[in-house]
């Protein structure tokens, strides 16, 4: 059934029509979000609330062949809506002067959008430099690569942005162009060595990338010939967009979709249960939706993972593992960047990062990077790791990260991880228990669950050296 005919037949009542709706756009508005919103925590929400509200408004759409753009226009209001909420709670709770400035919404928080792109260098200095866009450029650029992409057409980006056909080409190749500045300027500052020049001239600048210092910087830095060498050979923006959608995490599509199954009117047969969660496997294709059913933890298409408390007993343990390679072991080790000596993996406000420790460093510092290996809780021959103070190491949204033990494959699965022998000499890498082909990886400073398969490759980012245990 084509778009606009599933359109209609949602729009009259047909909830088999309108789940099938709901599940084919729903990888469109979670990358539009995701990309206007990079690294903001609460990306999810945001999809959901877009997603509720079209499901809301649909009765009242006219024209059934204009939903893509109808649709888009209601995720940009809802964008915008979070921005305004972010902006007046970081006028109450900031100092003037301090963060005021939008781009903090991507303090290293989450980075759902990366997470699925293929991470070459310049892709990601595409990311870090969309963070010195002010926030109507970047919703702008969002809309822009969904078009550029093919999943969208100019007149729905119009539409969507409440523009003329004429204003948007326009208001886009402006975005644009800022946000090729925006790259030179990252460039430049990443250049190593360095220009002097460039520093002298970010004298006084907190770190956190805005318009502001964009315009600042890059007056340095067209005129400066060392800068230029640094910007030389980038690869046009557009050449660098994958075009495939984002795929959205499962607990996202069932979460949202429990929410449309209990607004819906008793006996309106929302939601059909395996059928459903079938397609959702096939549209959606991240998290192994029907591995969850089989492990009890999805009950009417809603996740329920039901948490411990932390005096209670830790999930149980699989038999002891072999022998891994490069001398993972049960106890306590510590994790070194194979590519990067001196950088260990450690938590820092519950997240995977990597962090220097050398002589100077503190106590708290080497114990946050310490971890105690235990038996894996979801695979012979796997292991777990536990932070100091008890609790697990897991990957969650692909990002690492420390969490309570809860009663759930889930959760047994994400805090089980299998050593295999690591592309560096001497090395592991650590591939997750419940999503064979997924590893744990460093890039820009954080440690993620990356995707290898066919098109990538694991490198170097993903090799850790096994070493004694930088706190007792």
């Known amino acids: 059934m084509d778009v606009t005919d599933l359109v209609v037949a949602a729009r009259d009542g047909d909830r088999h029509a309108l789940d099938e709706l709901v599940i084919r756009f729903l990888p469109l508005v979670y990358t539009v979000v995701g990309r206007a919103l990079r690294g903001d925590p609460d990306i999810d929400d945001v999809v959901q609330d877009t997603m509720l509200r079209a499901v809301r408004d649909l009765p009242a759409l006219r024209d059934a062949g204009s939903f893509r753009a109808w649709l888009m226009a209601i995720t940009v209001r809802q964008v915008g809506t979070h921005l305004h909420r972010r902006r007046t709670?970081?006028?109450?709770?900031?100092?003037?002067?301090?963060?005021?400035?939008?781009?903090?919404?991507?303090?290293?928080?989450?980075?759902?959008?990366?997470?699925?792109?293929?991470?070459?260098?310049?892709?990601?200095?595409?990311a870090r430099a969309s963070r010195w866009l002010d926030p109507a450029d970047r919703m702008l650029?969002?809309?822009?690569?969904?078009?550029?992409?093919?999943?969208?057409?100019?007149?729905?980006?119009?539409?969507?942005?409440?523009?003329?056909?004429?204003?948007?080409?326009?208001?886009?190749?402006?975005?644009?162009?800022?946000l090729e500045v925006s790259r030179s300027v990252v460039a430049a500052l990443e250049a190593r060595p360095g220009c002097a020049r460039l520093g002298a001239a970010a004298s006084g600048w907190d770190g956190v990338p805005s318009p502001l210092w964009r315009k600042r910087l890059s007056r340095h830095v067209r005129s400066c010939g060392v800068c230029g060498h640094a910007t030389a050979g980038l690869v046009p923006t557009d050449r660098l967009l994958a075009a495939t959608l984002l795929p959205v995490p499962a607990v996202v599509t069932m979460g949202m979709l429990g929410k449309i199954k209990a607004t819906a009117p008793a006996g309106s047969g929302a939601l059909p249960g395996k059928g459903l969660l079938a397609k959702v496997v096939g549209a959606v294709g991240t998290r192994p939706v029907l591995a969850l059913l089989a492990g009890g933890v999805v009950v009417a298409g809603v996740v329920a993972a039901v948490p411990q408390s932390p005096e209670s007993s830790p999930p149980p343990a699989t038999a002891a593992p072999s022998p891994s390679p490069a001398g993972l072991r049960l106890g306590r080790v510590s994790l070194e960047a194979a590519d990067e000596p001196g950088r260990y993996v450690a938590m820092a406000a519950d997240l995977g990062v990597l962090t220097r420790v050398d002589a100077h460093t503190s106590t708290g510092t080497r114990q946050r990077a310490t971890f105690d290996v235990t038996l894996g809780l979801a695979k012979p021959g796997c292991f777990t790791l536990r932070t100091r103070d008890g609790r697990y190491v897991r990957h969650m949204s692909w990002r690492l990260r420390v969490s309570q033990p809860e009663r759930s494959p889930l959760f047994r699965g994400d805090a089980t991880f299998c050593p295999r022998p690591g592309p560096l000499p001497g090395s592991i890498a650590l591939e997750s228990a419940n999503y064979p082909g997924w590893f744990v990886r460093h890039r820009d400073d954080e440690v993620w669950v990356d995707q290898v398969d066919g098109r990538t490759a694991l490198g170097a980012d993903g090799s850790f050296l096994v070493r004694p245990a930088l706190a007792p």
Do not use: C, F, N
Not at 96 to 125: F, I
Not at 141 to 162: F, N, Q
């Open 141 to 178: 650029m969002s809309l822009w690569w969904a078009e550029h992409a093919g999943h969208l057409t100019r007149a729905e980006l119009a539409d969507a942005a409440g523009l003329t056909a004429a204003h948007a080409g326009v208001r886009v190749q402006r975005a644009r162009q800022q």
């Open 89 to 126: 709670a970081d006028q109450r709770s900031t100092p003037l002067g301090e963060g005021a400035d939008l781009a903090d919404e991507d303090a290293a928080v989450e980075d759902l959008t990366m997470l699925h792109m293929a991470l070459s260098d310049q892709r990601r200095q595409v």
